[in-house]
């Protein structure tokens, strides 16, 4: 079906990887297309718990393409040479609110975990992509890098909001402002990312978390949680504790809520029901 990522199901994970190795996964309208359609076939898959997204090759994904910035900067249209493939997706919640329909947000609005597998260098777009996911595991090789003011840009995509609130105000200046490459210990104990593993552990690990959210957590919980750690980002205290106490009093009638307590009390795995929609 796609021609510049892959779609792979293992188990309760659907694993996206961008397929553009020659070019460093460079993004295109084409494939921003497809990545947009995966998530949404993995997102109303009820047989997947988690979505690992990754890169071909020796990067993640080192931004949009060269090419189609060249077009943009000379005033034509931010395209790749090619014809756009239109596909039918619409993923993420749209109860989320408008917050999440801008370009590349709709990422969060996804009603399942997003893991970030970041395998080589992230930079610019790439970067982002990354931040808009759920999590990030790094290979010990992945490298980071803003990018933006050495294209002559500002902080594009989300980065503006999501890194200050990963790593600080003045951390995420300093990348914005320099655009030094950050390597994934420094990520690390920067906050940016949450795991880093050997090159040829980062895929397996990355299941392996997955898989044991599919044993013991209940899909519909994640979701609610999801959501509240997105939108309440965008509220009040006093605004997300109403909000919190409607979602609480609803999840102690849901039916999760009896599977958890007497799977726990007869020390069984949980039988939680799938997300369906």
Known sequence: MYQQITYEVDGPSAVITLNRPEALNALTNNMMEELKHAL???????????????????????????????????????????????????????????????????ILSIRKPIIAAVNGAAAGLGMSISLLCDMRFAAQKAKFVTAFSHRGLVAEHGQSWLLPRLIGPSKALDLFWSSRKVEAEEALAMGMVNRVFAADELIPQAKAYIQNLADHCAPGSMKVMKQQVYRHLNMSLGESMRETTTLMDASLVHEDFNEGVKSYLEKRPPNFSKIEF
């Open 40 to 106: 949404s076939i993995a997102e109303k898959d009820p047989s997947i718990v988690g979505i690992i997204l990754t890169g071909a090759g020796r990067g993640f994904c080192s931004g949009m393409d060269m090419n189609a910035l060249d077009s943009q900067a000379s005033g034509g249209d931010l395209h790749d040479g090619v014809a756009l493939r239109k596909l039918d997706a619409d993923p993420g919640d749209k109860a989320m609110g408008s917050d999440f329909e801008i370009a590349f947000t709709y």
